[in-house]
Every structure is written in structure tokens, then in C-alpha cells.
């Protein structure tokens, strides 16, 4: 039986694009069911949409507070039977009422090894560090900033040669590999 999941995104959705193009070329047991949006200009949702994929666009502003939106975003998870949450470039922080709702089911790629460089800006915050070696990280979602149990770590490094670009393009290669195989592996192991 294939596992409902939904993607949240905000932005050019390539880990989405991995993800789609893993599932419909390997086996693994799971399909996109649904992408939640934040931001209504992202380019992933014309890839949702090309794919026939359910998108549902949220815009934080128009509501009282986070817990009102994600209890918006907890019912279309609900109606489409969605059975975890995969974080791909979602910018906002994950609050309570979702993360009662899915505990241990929201997984989100961060583009560093944590607990080193968490937050928005990981392959900039490496490279400025000088590091030799940075990487990806696959973790579980807690209430913290990319603070979540970690899943499994890819280690990418830094060359002399490389600019903040250059860094970042090695990273998303492995981000669009990673993710598949750890989807898959937490499939097969019946943790989602």
C-alpha cells in the first residue's frame, strides 16, 4: 500500500522534483498526495500542477495567528489521508498544532551537517567558517530550529576552488539522492 505523503515548500521546489521523479522511477511505496505552499508566487506549484499534484497555497497573513493556519493545513492533510510531512525549502517553523498532529513524521533536509550551521543560511554560514567538509542532514522535526533527532547525514566537501554557488550546487546533488534513499528507507522500516 503506498504512503500518502505531502511535501511543504516555498520556493523552486527541486528536492519536490527529486522526490517526484524517485517515486515514479524506484520503488518506493509512497506518493505525493499533497504540496503545501506558503507563498503563492513559488515556482513548485506550476511543478505541482504539471503533475496533477493537490496544492494547497496558505498565506500566514491571512490569519489570526500560526496555530488558525495550521489548523487549516491539519485538515487537508487529514481529507487527502496524508501519512507524513516532508520538509523540501519550507521556510517557516513547524508549531504545535502540527507537530501534535504528526509526531515523528515530519522530516525536513537541512544543507549542512547539524547540529553545525542550523538555520536558513547553513551553506553560507560553512563556507564563511572555512570548514573542509560540510554535507546534508535528514532529520525529524521538533518545536527547536533544525534541533530534531537526525535521520542520516551525507557529507559533501569543500574544495579550494569553490565559490558559495559551486558549494551549493555539490549540496543540492546530494540533497536530490539523499532524500529518496532515506524516504525509501523509512518506508521499508515502517517508520512512516
Do not use: W
Request: net charge negative; charged share 15%; hydrophobic share 50%.
Amino acid at each position: 500500500m503506498l504512503k500518502k505523503i505531502a511535501i511543504f515548500a516555498s520556493g523552486t521546489g527541486t528536492n519536490f522534483v527529486a522526490l517526484q521523479q524517485a517515486i515514479q522511477t524506484r520503488p518506493i511505496a509512497a506518493e505525493i498526495a499533497l504540496l503545501v505552499c506558503d507563498n503563492a508566487e513559488a515556482p513548485v506549484i506550476k511543478k505541482a500542477q504539471a503533475d496533477q499534484i493537490p496544492v494547497l497555497v496558505i498565506n500566514f497573513h491571512d490569519y489570526a495567528n500560526k496555530a488558525a493556519a495550521e489548523a487549516i493545513i491539519l485538515s487537508a492533510l487529514q481529507r487527502h489521508e496524508i501519512a507524513a510531512i516532508l520538509l523540501a525549502g519550507y521556510m517557516r517553523i513547524i508549531g504545535p498544532t502540527l507537530l501534535t498532529a504528526y509526531p515523528h513524521k515530519i522530516i525536513n533536509i537541512h544543507p549542512a551537517l547539524l547540529p553545525k550551521f542550523p538555520g536558513r543560511h547553513g551553506i553560507e554560514d560553512a563556507f564563511a567558517a572555512g570548514v573542509s567538509e560540510t554535507g546534508v542532514t535528514i532529520h525529524f522535526i521538533d518545536a527547536g530550529i533544525d534541533t530534531g533527532q537526525i535521520i542520516g547525514q551525507r557529507q559533501v566537501p569543500v574544495k579550494q576552488a569553490d565559490t558559495v554557488a559551486s558549494l551549493a550546487a555539490r549540496i543540492h546533488e546530494t540533497e536530490h539522492q539523499f532524500y529518496p534513499d532515506v524516504l525509501q528507507s523509512l518506508i521499508n522500516e515502517g517508520a512512516i
